[in-house]
Structures are given as structure tokens and as C-alpha cells.
């Protein structure tokens, strides 16, 4: 899959510079940015927030890490999510690839967060998303492993 052309000319989209550090030193397994990442809100609450309905489209990038899972809408905070792997928030995300081979994360918003209620569904159509999958598989199910143990 292609860089967004904004990403190509002016640069959205890029890893924000201030979780560099952060991420180097949690072991970056994958990573990848420029991304036009699509945002779908379903009966979504959270305090001050709701939507019925709502699709977003975001210039952005992802990054896995061996402790920590990552999207973010270019140097915009707050990032659309960022959950530690080894916490109990990361069983909420349910990952597969959609019909266009793009990595699908469906987050459970009341797990993910206290307050909230709905769901979010996020498509990201990074160039190696069936790698990205097969990671955050193992990751999920490792988690689930410590989490009943």
C-alpha cells in the first residue's frame, strides 16, 4: 500500500518525534507511519463526547512495540490509542484484516476505558498488516495466558 500523498509532500502523518525515545527503549518490533488511517465511532460515549455515528480519517502511524501497542494521528494529541500489551485494556482489542487486507482493530470502549460505552473501529492499511496481525495475535494471547494465571 501507497503513502498518502500528504505524507509524500508535506510530511503528515510521521511518528511523533516525542515518543521516539520512549519506543527505542521499549524494543520497536514493527512501525510504520504516513499512514490515512479511517476511524469509525459506533454508539460511542465517553464524558463530554458521543457519537452515533462517526467516520474519521487521520494521517497517521502505528508502532508496536514488545511492551506496548500504538496508533497515532501524526504529532496530534491524544493519539487515537496507545495500550501497554501486558495490560488488561489490550484484551478489549479484537484484531483481523478486512476485505482491502488492511489491519481491522475493534476496541470494546467499555474495557478499553471506564466511562465509555461503544465501540471503535479502526482500519490501517499498512504495507505488512498480515505481519502486524500475526504479532499482535501472540501478544493478545500471551496477555489473556498471564492474565488467567
Known amino acids: 500500500m501507497t503513502k498518502s500523498f500528504l505524507y509524500r509532500f508535506f510530511g503528515f502523518g510521521k511518528f511523533p518525534t516525542r515518543y521516539h525515545a520512549d519506543m527505542k527503549k521499549e ?9 490515512s488511517i479511517v476511524v469509525r465511532y459506533r454508539k460511542f460515549r465517553a464524558p463530554n463526547v458521543y457519537y452515533g455515528r462517526k467516520v474519521s480519517l487521520v494521517m497517521g502511524s502505528i508502532v508496536l512495540t514488545k511492551s506496548s501497542f500504538a496508533c497515532f494521528r501524526g504529532n496530534i494529541i491524544p493519539p487515537v490509542f496507545h495500550v501497554p500489551t501486558e495490560h488488561e485494556s489490550f484484551n478489549a482489542f479484537d484484531f483481523s484484516l478486512d476485505e482491502k487486507g488492511r489491519l481491522k482493530v475493534v476496541i470494546d470502549a467499555p474495557l478499553f476505558q ?25 501478544l493478545k494471547s500471551h496477555s489473556v495466558a498471564s492474565s488467567k494465571g
Open 114 to 138: 471506564d466511562g465509555w460505552k461503544g465501540t471503535i473501529d479502526t482500519r490501517i492499511p499498512c504495507e505488512n498488516a498480515e505481519e502486524y496481525l500475526r504479532v499482535l495475535m501472540e
Open 27 to 35: 524494543g520497536v518490533i514493527l512501525q510504520d507511519e504516513g499512514l
